[in-house]
């Protein structure tokens, strides 16, 4: 079957546009996570959602950045008024429960000028 | 907080040869996994093994397997046979899962060169 698709597969940005990342995980998978891995760094945990409930943002790494999944499949994650430090790849990945395998989308490479 | 510390920024094999990739982690949850995933070049990330903390036996997926030492919070990844097709980033990550949703906390990988 599928896997997990992101897109935009690049996107690029002004300073200070609002740009909307989406994630089409696999049918099914209830667990949802987003990651953002910058230029020559490992993935960092940004928010995670069971179905719809999102139930660890901790990771956003300031209110600029917002994420939903409505209908708990596809989910989004929106970012306002976009900064330089932005600049990275954001992950997503679905699993069909905590303890189970994470599968990866290719990512969505976020360049903001 | 949970840490994974790849000291190897790259390695290099030969072809057919075996190597061995370094991971520690520091945690002090007791129900834990551990991973490695790869991720070639402008491709998806995928899972190569892991390791449930609280099985003494090391995972094997064919050619990869792992040495885990918990007293020594050691996961070291060793390919054998290498081929081209395992040139990639190799990142080791761990997973708490006693009371948190189980995100992934990723090292900051090795990047893995194989010399035919």
């Known amino acids: 079957g599928a896997g997990v698709s992101q897109s935009p597969r690049y996107k690029v940005a002004k300073r200070g546009q609002d740009v909307a990342l989406r994630c089409d995980p696999i049918?099914?998978?209830?667990?949802l996570f987003w990651y953002q891995q910058a230029l020559g760094q490992g993935p960092e945990f940004l928010t995670y959602?069971?179905?719809?409930?999102?139930?660890?943002k901790s990771g956003l790494p300031s209110d600029r950045f917002f994420a939903e999944r409505p209908e708990g499949s596809v989910s989004t994650l929106k970012i306002q008024r976009t900064q330089q430090e932005d600049s990275a790849v954001y992950l997503c990945?679905?699993?069909?429960?905590?303890?189970?395998?994470?599968?990866f989308g290719p990512g969505t490479r976020l360049t903001v000028l | 907080a949970q840490t994974v510390t790849q000291s190897q920024p790259e390695m290099s094999v030969q072809e057919a040869e075996t190597v061995t990739l370094s991971c520690t982690y520091d945690t002090s949850e007791s129900d834990y996994y551990l991973f490695w995933y790869k991720q070639p070049p402008s491709r998806q990330m995928i899972l190569v093994i892991r390791q449930e903390a609280y099985k003494q036996q090391n995972a094997t997926e064919n050619r990869f397997s792992v040495n885990f030492q918990k007293a020594a919070k050691s996961f070291s990844l060793k390919i054998s046979d290498s081929q081209l097709g395992d040139a990639a980033m190799y990142f080791c990550a761990s997973s708490n899962y006693g009371g948190s949703q189980g995100n992934l906390i990723f090292g900051k990988g090795t990047k893995l060169s194989v010399k035919p």
């Open positions: 990945a679905s699993s069909q429960g905590v303890r189970l395998e994470q599968f």
């Open positions: 959602f069971q179905n719809e409930a999102q139930l660890d």
């Open positions: 049918s099914g998978h209830v667990s």
